[in-house]
């Protein structure tokens, strides 16, 4: 195989698999979404707080009897 046709041959690969990349990207509404934890309001984060508070407070509770 020639050096100039495989050469040839795999560029015109490249620029196809870069188009078919392009166009998942545009179906999905463009790049990946970050991954991690969802950040929460202050009333979120309070209702958390006092859940977690009941919760602590019943392991002390139990442990105790």
Do not use: C, H
Request: aromatic content about 6%; cysteine-free.
């Amino acid at each position: 195989m020639d050096f100039w046709k495989a050469l040839e041959e795999l560029n015109a690969e490249r620029e196809r698999i870069s188009k078919m990349i392009s166009s998942l990207e545009e179906l999905t509404g463009g790049k990946p979404r970050k991954r991690g934890r969802k950040s929460m309001s202050p009333a979120e984060r309070k209702q958390v707080s006092e859940r977690m508070r009941k919760y602590w407070a019943a392991r002390r509770r139990s442990k105790r009897s």
